[in-house]
């Protein structure tokens, strides 16, 4: 199979591709790297290079997954960038002292967004184990900020592990009230027609957010993606959404996807399997065969107590190591 085949939009080229994800990787690298650098004068620096690391790996999965990046291998990867985000919030709490600092900035387009997108692929990709730990990113510690957002409230809910909070407000509503309202009817046909409305105006009324129109540049084209259609379309069971596939940034392959994939029992998102994870630099819990995202899936063994490696320079930023578990 060749890269035009495999990608999911057709704005992106191979060339394209591998200049922006080298770009965006050695971005990351100097960043980690100036992590070791004491900030001197220049308070908020090391601040900076957190979020940087996050938004680089949220940018470089989307990215992947435009390239035509395998469903199955972003299931893992997606941990990545709960994990990332988990950093950056982490060093905003230690700079402010304020333990309900959100990690995503939710009253602007910046934040919004890559939110919405993120509670979104947790329900696509079958990772609603994840839920818990994206829900503390923006509702901090004392759950101060929870509620601020009707339509990131209604997603949430759909998560049983969840107690969410009823709010009237909507913070993105162009063009997010449209798919609100697709959740507000018992009329799949009607939920149907919102979503077809959300996203016809998509694109347009997004337009101040920083990604618009980047396809016309060089690099920095990660993708134009509307997850939270996607989200909708299975939150709500509609069974025909064959009318969406019309648009480009609908993500229809992640809709089969999640309509049709059953996770074993012993999968990386059962909250109750005897599933072992371990980040890179930490002591191996448990003796046996590891896998990792950053590592191509590709199994190497580890004794209890090694130093579980760092692979350098792979596409997800981060290494999470998972154990091969044939319970």
């Known amino acids: 199979m060749s890269f035009l085949t495999e990608r999911r939009q057709q704005f992106l080229t191979e060339v394209n591709f591998h200049g922006t994800r080298d770009l965006t990787l050695r971005v990351m690298q100097r960043q980690k790297e100036n992590l070791s650098k004491p900030e001197g004068s220049d308070v908020g620096w090391h601040l900076s290079m ?49 333990t309900d600092e959100m990690a995503f ?93 959300f996203l016809k105006k998509w694109y347009k009324d997004l337009s101040a957010a920083p990604w618009h129109d980047s396809h016309l540049s060089d690099d920095g084209y990660f993708g134009y993606w509307a997850f939270e259609a996607g989200a909708a379309v299975y939150l709500l069971e509609i069974e025909d959404d064959s009318s969406l596939y019309q648009y480009l940034y609908y993500p229809k392959d992640l809709v089969q996807f999640v309509k049709t994939f059953v996770p074993p029992k012993n999968d990386v998102s059962n909250k109750k399997g005897n599933q072992f994870r371990c980040e890179a630099g930490q002591n191996c819990p448990k003796t046996g065969d590891w896998y990792s995202p950053a590592n191509n899936m590709e199994k190497r063994h580890f004794k209890q107590g090694e130093i579980m490696p760092e692979i350098k320079n792979n596409p997800w930023g981060l290494t999470i190591w998972y154990l091969e578990n044939d319970i």
């Open 50 to 98: 957190w979020f940087g690391i996050a938004e680089g790996t949220f940018n470089n999965f989307i990215l992947s997954y435009t390239a035509g990046e395998p469903l199955e291998n972003l299931r893992y990867a997606l941990e990545n960038v709960v994990v990332a985000y988990e950093n950056y919030l982490k060093a905003l709490v230690q700079s402010s002292g304020d």
């Open 105 to 197: 900035p939710i009253r602007s387009f910046d934040g919004y967004c890559p939110y919405i997108w993120l509670i979104s692929l947790c329900y696509l990709l079958h990772r609603q184990d994840l839920l818990p730990r994206v829900a503390r990113l923006v509702d901090g510690e004392d759950e101060e900020n929870a509620g601020e957002d009707v339509l990131i409230e209604e997603m949430l809910a759909y998560d049983d592990s969840l107690e969410r909070y009823e709010t009237d407000t909507i913070l993105g509503v162009k063009p997010y009230s449209l798919l609100f309202k697709a959740f507000c009817t018992h009329d799949k046909n009607k939920s149907l027609h919102k979503i077809n409305e």
